[in-house]
């Protein structure tokens, strides 16, 4: 007899709330369940009911919340006390994660205490006709796809790289079911707790998030000059990125660099000022859907990736377009 095939999501938030690249998996697992026949179950560690009913509109069926005051900060080591039975109980046929940096620690650690395959920063998911699983992932930083065929009863673990797996738009009429689980877990069993939490604050968007990224080297010269960047990432409601020179300098934060022993990103717009373009960056920006690079070296490699360039000073070139943009987009910023 068939059974119906459930797709696990493990919902990622943050303080603010759900994160945007959760709605992005939850809306994957609804295509890969609709395909299969199956059901959604999202699954969310400390959030307020009241946020439940977003993960209903982009595809969830069964929304479940374990509340437990422990969860203010959840460490790796709670979410695999909770998660590893939850999946050894319930059977699902896969369980989905947002391959965030939380979500790649979490995902690989269930998948050495299950002894599961793990398939990473998957771009690419299809349901084959005898109901086997296909992954698209990128390989060799980028420079080769890997295609998999996921086979058997499960549970298949799968990351999906963010800014791939949109989808239009929520759906507001869809109804599904919210449950709130109240799960104690023996104090014997944790080996780290936290007492108090301290974060920095600030306004900028994650790059790995952001649908626009403005992102600097070496040829913006100094630490001052990414003011120019800002400017420019606040009128286009972007982020701020940048190669690792930079970040080796001190001028940025290791969160803010791209390539490949940063962040890997994909967004819609990146714009890269004063960076020649080296392997290691490519393979963290090469995704994105349109590249922009400012660079007074015209035969600076980044140009070989981008779709439209500009041979000049970006010092120089920044304020203008910034400008530009905001005379274009209306902003009084």
């Known amino acids: 007899m068939n059974t119906v095939k459930r797709i696990l999501v493990i919902v990622e938030s943050g303080e ?9 998996t939850v809306h994957a697992a609804r295509l890969l369940a609709d395909s299969l026949g199956g059901t959604v179950d999202a699954l969310c560690l400390g959030l307020e009911k009241a946020q439940a009913d977003s993960l209903v509109h982009w595809g969830a069926d069964y ?19 909770i998660i590893e039975p939850l999946v050894n109980s319930e059977k699902p046929y896969a369980v989905l994660f947002s391959a965030t ?3 790649k620690e979490l995902a690989a650690s269930l998948s050495a205490k299950l002894n599961v395959g793990l398939a990473t920063d ?24 890997s295609h998999l065929i996921l086979q058997g009863s499960g549970p298949h673990l799968l990351s999906l790289r963010q800014n791939v797996f949109r989808g239009s738009s929520p759906d507001t009429s869809r109804i599904g079911k919210v449950e709130l689980l109240d799960l104690n877990i023996p104090d014997d069993q944790l080996v780290l707790k936290i007492q108090d939490v301290v974060r920095e604050t600030g306004s900028q968007l994650d790059v790995t998030e952001a649908r626009v990224i403005v992102s ?8 001052e000059n990414f003011k120019l960047l800002e400017d420019l990432a606040l009128v286009l409601q972007g982020a701020v990125g940048a190669s690792r020179p930079v970040v080796d300098n001190g001028w940025r934060k290791y969160s803010n660099q791209i390539g490949q022993t940063g962040r890997t990103v994909q967004p819609d717009l990146y714009i890269a000022c004063g960076i020649s373009g080296a392997v290691q960056h490519l ?3 090469s995704a994105a859907k349109c590249i922009v690079a400012i660079n007074k070296d015209a035969n600076a490699p980044i140009f070989s990736v981008a779709d439209y360039g500009i041979v000049g000073d970006a010092l120089e070139i920044l304020p203008l377009i910034t400008e530009e943009f905001r005379r274009a987009l209306g902003s009084a910023n």
């Open 216 to 223: 600097g080297g070496l040829g913006m010269q100094q630490r």
């Open 283 to 285: 393979a963290g920006m």
């Open 101 to 103: 940096t939380h979500g």
């Open 16 to 24: 603010t709330g759900i994160k945007p690249c959760a709605f992005e």
């Open 122 to 145: 998957c771009i690419s998911i299809e349901v084959g006709e005898q109901g086997e699983i296909m992954v698209r992932r990128p390989v060799y930083a980028g420079k080769a796809i």
């Open 63 to 81: 929304v479940k919340i374990i509340e437990n005051p422990l969860f203010r900060a959840v460490t790796l080591e709670q979410a695999l006390l």
